[in-house]
């Protein structure tokens, strides 16, 4: 069974950075990529960024291009979210999440969210 567990939220000011990081486990071959959903009220699940296994693929979604950058240990079976410059409308709870490799791009948003509670990132103004 993968099991995703995601760390490092918080509450920050406008313009300023927090990075996440989701440790991952359980995964039967390498053919997966490791990523971040959010989901903030009253708004749709978006795919934000995405990492193959192989390094090979990473999606950002346009919202988060050119702030937000992923990256991953394989040896530590971690992956992290460098999120700079951010922006109030960057608040929602962000998950963790899993999927084929070739999910890893616009259909992100289809991945499936470890069963973690997910990690509350808040921006102010």
């Known amino acids: 069974e993968v099991q995703l567990v995601e760390s490092g939220g918080g509450l920050v000011r406008a313009g300023e950075s927090l990075k996440l990081s989701c440790v991952g486990s359980g995964f039967s071959d390498d053919g997966y990529a490791i990523g971040w959903l959010r989901q903030a009220p009253g708004k749709e699940r978006e795919g934000v960024s995405c990492?193959?296994?192989?390094?090979?693929?990473?999606y950002y979604a346009d919202s988060v291009k050119g702030r937000f950058t992923i990256s991953s240990d394989n040896a530590k079976n971690t992956v992290y979210l460098q999120m700079n410059s951010l922006k109030p409308e960057d608040t929602a709870e962000y998950y963790c999440?899993?999927?084929?490799?070739?999910?890893?791009?616009?259909?992100?948003?289809?991945?499936?969210?470890?069963r973690g509670q997910g990690t509350q990132v808040t921006v102010s103004s």
């Open positions: 999440a899993w999927g084929p490799s070739s999910f890893c791009g616009r259909h992100w948003y289809l991945a499936r969210p470890g």
């Open positions: 990492v193959s296994r192989s390094g090979g693929t990473t």
